[in-house]
C-alpha cells in the first residue's frame, strides 16, 4: 500500500531536524504525527521541555517549534503495508536539501531510529554544515528500550 508523509513542521527558528522514517497507520489516520498512543516521542518531548500539559496535538506542535525543534520524514511516499519500518519499499524521499536551503538555522540532523537514518543514507549526502545523530526510535516496536532511557539519549536535541 502506497503511503505519503506529512509537511514539514519548521520554521525560521528551527535549529534541529528530526527525521522519521515514515508515518505509520495511526498516524495516517489521525493525521498527526507520532500518534500511535504506545509511540513514546511526544512523551519525551514533554519530559525534555517540561511541558506536561501538552497533550492537544498544537500545543505538541508549538512545544517543538518554541524549542527550536523541526519534525519530518525522510520518505515523501514509499508502499508499505502496516506500520513497520522493515516493511518500507520504493520509498521516495522528501526535498530535505530544499528544506535545508530554505531553513539555514538548521544545523543538527537527529534521526528517530536506524531506519530514518539509513534511508536518509541511501538519497543524501552529508552536509558539511550540519551535525548528525541517531538516536534509539521512540516506536512501540523498539521495546528494549523504556522512557528513561530514550528521555537519556535524546537530551541532546534540548542542548542547542
Not at 531536524?17 to 497507520?25: F, K, N
Not at 519530559?47 to 496535538?57: M, N
Not at 518554541?66 to 521516495?92: F, H, T, Y
Not at 543524501?124 to 539519549?153: G, M, Q, W
Request: hydrophobic residues 40%.
Amino acid at each position: 500500500m502506497l503511503k505519503k508523509s506529512f509537511s514539514p513542521i519548521v520554521n525560521s527558528s528551527t535549529k534541529v531536524l528530526v527525521l522519521g522514517s515514515l508515518p505509520g497507520d495511526t498516524s495516517l489516520a489521525e493525521n498527526e504525527y507520532y500518534a500511535h498512543p504506545q509511540n513514546r516521542f511526544w512523551k519525551v518531548m514533554r519530559h525534555l521541555f517540561d511541558r506536561p500539559d501538552a497533550v492537544d496535538y498544537t500545543d505538541k506542535i508549538q512545544l517543538l517549534l518554541d524549542n527550536g525543534i523541526g519534525l519530518w520524514d525522510v520518505c515523501a511516499q514509499a508502499s508499505r503495508p502496516g506500520s513497520m519500518d522493515l516493511a518500507i519499499k520504493g520509498e521516495r524521499p522528501n526535498a530535505i536539501t530544499t528544506l535545508l536551503d530554505q531553513y539555514p538555522a538548521i544545523r543538527r540532523i537527529v534521526f528517530n531510529g536506524q531506519k530514518a537514518y539509513h534511508l536518509y543514507r541511501r538519497h543524501f549526502e552529508k552536509r558539511a554544515d550540519i551535525s548528525y545523530v541517531c538516536l534509539p526510535s521512540t516506536s512501540p516496536a523498539n521495546a528494549k528500550i523504556n522512557l528513561e532511557n530514550l528521555v537519556v539519549h535524546w537530551r541532546i536535541i534540548a542542548s542547542d
